[in-house]
């Protein structure tokens, strides 16, 4: 497509950002802009079924591949919040790290129970 | 006659502190620290968002940098979770052909999760004591730290403190998610994948495409789905357990 595949890969990140983005406000959809742009890409995938040297596959997989640096400045924020954190702690920790948990082995659970039961019925 | 070269400290650092060149270089230079520690340890307790914000928060609380100033720079960094967000579109189109076999474990699992994340958030938050601001605060941890900032503004918490939470949960699950769900004794990839992208969005993502494509495609999948999901439950549910 072109000879920059990355800055390729990296506009098209972008432009299906700015459909989602001004497609919610425009319809005042309560669902946030990155999700309906990321539905956008998923199309473009299907139909492009780029392959793996292409932009398309290169600018998602350098974005994932450092994820986790995305969450520091935000997580930063922590600094702001030291006195609550200590002042609210036991229900902080309660709401946080006991509803984490309730949420993983609920969601874990259902997936699996529902797995084993669907191969189950199909013997 | 003025000299041709002085020395001032003062203003170079009232410069440099207020320049977004210094958040973005520390932001960075604490998320390569983190790597370096997570690689050489090999612990997954060592995760690089971890290393990093300890990192960054304690030279702003050492040097008095407000976070204001901080993120002068480190705003350049946050500003790609958006694309991201849509860049996770590409394991779900690679992995598909597993996705669609599965799609009703994946939504009653997702619908299942976020109702309890919500639900379990708020009342135990209350149950511990927490205040009303508190709870509010609470309610949209588990989606993904934009979707949640804007639900915590749209239902009265406190959107910066939402983020923090957000992101805590999802360390929770980058460090010891997948060891829980050993000891849960759910081995099976798809709903590993689903569990630690409903309870700890991006971050649990992460962790789940070091343990293996499959995993990781399932977590973002789950997240995308969380985030909806919570969109729409999340005043649902206040008006429930009020």
């Given at each position: 497509?072109?000879?920059?595949?990355?800055?390729?890969?990296v506009l098209?990140?972008?432009?299906?950002?700015?459909?989602?983005?001004?497609?919610?406000?425009?319809?005042?959809?309560?669902?946030?802009?990155?999700?309906?742009?990321?539905?956008?890409?998923?199309?473009?995938?299907?139909?492009?079924?780029?392959?793996?040297?292409?932009?398309?596959?290169?600018?998602?997989?350098?974005?994932?591949?450092?994820?986790?640096?995305?969450?520091?400045?935000?997580?930063?924020?922590?600094?702001?919040?030291?006195?609550?954190?200590?002042?609210?702690?036991?229900?902080?920790?309660?709401?946080?790290?006991?509803?984490?948990?309730?949420?993983?082995?609920?969601?874990?659970?259902?997936?699996?129970?529902?797995s084993?039961?669907?191969?189950?019925?199909?013997? | 006659?003025?000299?041709?070269?002085g020395?001032?400290?003062?203003?170079?650092?009232?410069?440099?502190?207020?320049?977004?060149?210094?958040?973005?270089?520390?932001?960075?230079?604490?998320?390569?620290?983190?790597?370096?520690?997570?690689?050489?340890?090999?612990?997954?307790?060592?995760?690089?968002?971890l290393?990093?914000?300890?990192?960054?928060?304690?030279?702003?609380?050492?040097?008095?940098?407000?976070?204001?100033?901080?993120?002068?720079?480190?705003?350049?960094?946050?500003?790609?979770?958006?694309?991201?967000?849509?860049a996770?579109?590409?394991?779900?189109?690679?992995?598909?052909?597993l996705?669609?076999?599965?799609?009703?474990?994946?939504?009653?699992?997702?619908?299942?999760?976020?109702?309890?994340?919500?639900?379990?958030?708020?009342?135990?938050?209350?149950?511990?004591?927490?205040?009303?601001?508190?709870?509010?605060?609470m309610?949209?941890?588990?989606?993904?730290?934009?979707?949640?900032?804007?639900?915590?503004?749209?239902?009265?918490?406190?959107?910066?403190?939402?983020?923090?939470?957000?992101?805590?949960?999802?360390?929770?699950?980058?460090?010891?998610?997948?060891?829980?769900?050993?000891?849960?004794?759910?081995?099976?990839?798809?709903?590993?994948?689903?569990?630690?992208?409903?309870?700890?969005?991006?971050?649990?993502?992460?962790?789940?495409?070091?343990?293996?494509?499959?995993?990781?495609?399932?977590?973002?999948?789950?997240?995308?789905?969380?985030?909806?999901?919570?969109?729409?439950?999340?005043?649902?549910?206040?008006?429930?357990?009020?």
């Open positions: 497509m072109s000879d920059l595949p990355l800055l390729t890969g098209v990140l972008l432009g299906c950002q700015l459909l989602g983005e001004v497609t919610v406000r425009l319809l005042g959809l309560e669902v946030p802009g990155p999700v309906v742009g990321m539905v956008v890409f998923f199309v473009i995938l299907r139909v492009r079924r780029p392959s793996e040297r292409s932009g398309l596959v290169r600018a998602p997989s350098l974005l994932l591949r450092h994820l986790q640096l995305l969450f520091v400045p935000a997580g930063v924020g922590i600094v702001v919040y030291l006195d609550t954190l200590r002042d609210d702690g036991l229900p902080l920790a309660a709401g946080l790290w006991l509803s984490w948990l309730l949420g993983l082995a609920v969601t874990g659970g259902a997936v699996a129970g529902l084993a039961l669907r191969r189950k019925d199909r013997r | 006659m003025t000299p041709l070269v020395w001032h400290p003062h203003e170079t650092w009232a410069w440099l502190t207020g320049s977004p060149l210094f958040g973005l270089t520390l932001t960075l230079g604490g998320y390569a620290v983190g790597r370096w520690a997570h690689r050489r340890t090999g612990s997954p307790l060592l995760q690089p968002v290393v990093a914000i300890v990192l960054v928060g304690a030279v702003l609380m050492l040097t008095d940098v407000p976070y204001a100033d901080y993120l002068a720079g480190g705003r350049f960094v946050g500003f790609w979770l958006g694309p991201a967000t849509v996770l579109a590409l394991p779900l189109h690679q992995e598909w052909h996705v669609r076999r599965a799609a009703v474990p994946i939504l009653v699992g997702v619908v299942a999760g976020a109702v309890v994340s919500i639900g379990s958030a708020v009342l135990l938050t209350r149950v511990a004591g927490g205040d009303r601001t508190l709870q509010l605060t309610a949209p941890k588990a989606a993904t730290t934009p979707v949640s900032l804007a639900l915590s503004a749209q239902v009265g918490g406190l959107p910066a403190l939402t983020a923090v939470l957000t992101i805590l949960a999802g360390i929770t699950g980058a460090t010891v998610g997948p060891w829980v769900l050993d000891r849960l004794r759910i081995r099976d990839l798809r709903a590993r994948g689903i569990a630690l992208g409903a309870v700890s969005h991006g971050i649990g993502t992460s962790r789940a495409l070091q343990e293996s494509r499959t995993e990781g495609a399932f977590s973002a999948l789950s997240m995308a789905l969380t985030a909806l999901a919570t969109s729409l439950l999340v005043p649902l549910l206040l008006k429930l357990v009020e």
